[in-house]
């Protein structure tokens, strides 16, 4: 019997490893690679000894010795055969329809975004799509029609709501403190007292709160775009635009002096409290209605539209409206006025790329028209809407807000500030680049003081004055995500926004909006 003994190595070549044992009996051949359908055979390589055949059972392939280098249908070192596949794999073309051996399990299906099927959006759900101006930045790949619709009613409606809540309360106040006449209550007829004008401003800034919110949660786009197209409020920017209209304003106030009413000045308890009220939240009042009109409400419309100038021409219109409409006023002067003043501003908004400089016009315009008529003890005057008390002399401080318009949007072109949205949490483009050529020529500007009429909600109007009212006004969209470059902006926008002014003789204009964010060239800008 010969001893199972692996024979010496040769001379320089490596010690083998021992053989191990066989137990008596055939031995199985390796396993053989069965090729699938579509598959060509595999065929061995020239001079390769022939190979046993596969066992009976296919789902259980013997083992081989792991020394054997052709074990489980591998093939020796070396190229494939012309025309042959290696294992597992199918010639171009061929599909396959099972495991790669049997018993193996099928592997899932690709899930690759994109890889196979159609793309996906993988853009932040919240974000602008990029190169949207200010009017269609409510566009994001969540963005509905109905959303919009949605923010504009839950806005209108709780503005009035916190208008007819908070008037009640004041004018139970001052029955309190004896501020209100009662015979005038019964006649529907409302005296502007401190208490009044906290509850006016304070709706406002309430209503500015739920603005907010529906921006947030039922538009779905992030809080850092309710100022502007940059993700961030551009303080700087308010702080400059401020500082330009804040002289102008200044001046046409001082001008009412100049009205034999008005001359006559007085300094009391109430004085003192109107101060303090107008200079603590006139501004806020101011910024909580351009949040609502112009940020809110036009952008909810301009949504609507993949056509940034359809969307802005539509979205002004809208938001024009209901500021108007928001004053209650009942002279033709004064409507015509509070519609221009919405208009400029929108433009504004748009071809500055946010709401910046629209909150500080309106700011100067209504805290130094109300701290004149405080002074001069026509508050009343001020705030009083009713037919006869606007007319032509409205005109001037739109005229003055056409300028102011066209001087802003200038500076804004020669700053190179952000005009339209990254879309990828930045702002990209600038004034320079994508001012809308649609609003070269603004119409009407600046006029009496805006906020919306407290008594409007309850369905009392103020008292009205011996002499003319000084103009004051408070007030209490979207579709597919496109993305737009910033040459398309220049054939977009429109005309838009709700707007207000000063006037010696005129009601007292007063708007509501919020201080946004802006980007530009230098940091916190």
């Known amino acids: 019997m010969t001893d199972n003994v692996s024979p010496p190595p ?3 070549e490596p010690p083998r490893e021992p053989t191990p044992p066989q137990a008596p009996g055939p031995q199985p051949g390796p396993y053989v690679y069965s090729p699938q359908t579509g598959e060509q055979p595999q ?11 596969s066992p009976s059972s296919p789902s259980a392939p013997p083992l081989a010795p792991a020394s054997d280098p052709s074990a489980y249908g591998l093939p020796p070192s070396g190229a494939y055969p012309p025309g042959a596949y290696p294992p597992g794999s199918a010639p171009p073309g061929a599909h396959h329809h099972g495991p790669a051996h049997p018993g193996a399990a099928h592997s899932p299906a690709s899930t690759y975004p994109g890889a196979y099927g159609a793309p996906v959006d993988t853009r932040d759900p919240h974000t602008p799509a990029p190169g949207l101006p200010f009017g269609s930045s409510y566009r994001t790949p969540r963005a509905r029609w109905w959303k919009g619709a949605i923010s504009i009613v839950v806005v ?4 009035l709501v916190f208008s007819l809540v908070l008037s009640l309360i004041a004018v139970a106040v001052d029955m309190i403190l004896g501020m209100q006449d009662v015979q005038a209550l019964t006649e529907g007829t409302i005296a502007m007292t401190p208490a009044i004008l906290a509850a006016t401003n304070l709706s406002l800034v309430a209503g500015a709160g739920v603005a907010m919110l529906a921006h947030r949660w039922i538009n779905g786009v992030k809080i850092g775009y309710f100022h502007s197209v940059a993700p961030g409020m551009r303080w700087r920017w308010l702080l400059i635009s401020f500082a330009i209209v804040a002289p102008v ?9 100049l009205d034999p009413a008005y001359q006559s000045l007085t300094f009391s308890g109430t004085t003192l409290a109107f101060l303090l009220i107008i200079i603590l939240t006139t501004p806020l009042q101011a910024a909580a209605e351009e949040y609502m009109f112009r940020g809110v409400v036009q952008r909810s419309v301009g949504g609507w539209f993949r056509s940034n100038r359809w969307g802005f021409i539509v979205g002004t219109a809208v938001s024009a409206t209901v500021f108007s409409a928001a004053h209650f006023a009942g002279d033709i002067w004064l409507i015509v006025y509070y519609l221009l003043f919405g208009v400029l501003l929108s433009i504004l908004t748009q071809r500055t790329g946010g709401l910046e400089s629209a909150i500080a016009i309106h700011t100067a315009n209504n805290l130094f028209l109300l701290i004149v008529a405080s002074l001069a003890g026509q508050m009343d005057a001020g ?3 009713s037919a006869g008390t606007g007319g032509p002399v409205m005109l001037v401080p739109l005229a003055i807000l056409a300028v102011i318009v066209l001087g802003l949007s200038w500076f804004a072109k020669r700053r190179r500030l952000t005009l339209v949205t990254g879309g990828d949490g930045t702002a990209a483009g600038t004034a320079a680049e994508a001012a809308p050529a649609s609003v070269d020529r603004p ?3 600046v006029g009496p003081v805006h906020g919306a009429a407290f008594a409007s909600g309850a369905g009392i109007a103020p008292a009205q004055p011996a002499t003319g009212p000084i103009p004051v006004t408070t007030g209490d969209p979207r579709a597919g995500s496109e993305s737009l470059t910033s040459e398309s902006l ?13 006037a010696t003789t005129g009601p007292i204009p007063t708007d509501i909006g919020r201080i946004p964010p802006q980007t530009g060239r230098e940091p916190g800008e």
Not at 45 to 51: H, L, S, V
Not at 156 to 159: D, F, G, K, N, R
Not at 249 to 257: K, P, V
Not at 492 to 497: L, R, S, V
Request: aromatic letters at 8%.
């Open 490 to 502: 220049t054939q977009d926008p429109a005309a838009a926004g709700p707007g207000h002014a000063g």
């Open 156 to 159: 209108i409606a709780a503005m």
């Open 10 to 12: 040769e001379p320089n």
């Open 383 to 385: 705030f009083d809407r």
């Open 43 to 53: 065929v061995p390589p020239p001079g390769a000894p022939p190979q046993a055949t």
């Open 249 to 257: 304003y200044l001046l046409f106030a001082a001008s009412s002096f």
């Open 443 to 445: 119409g009407p500007g």
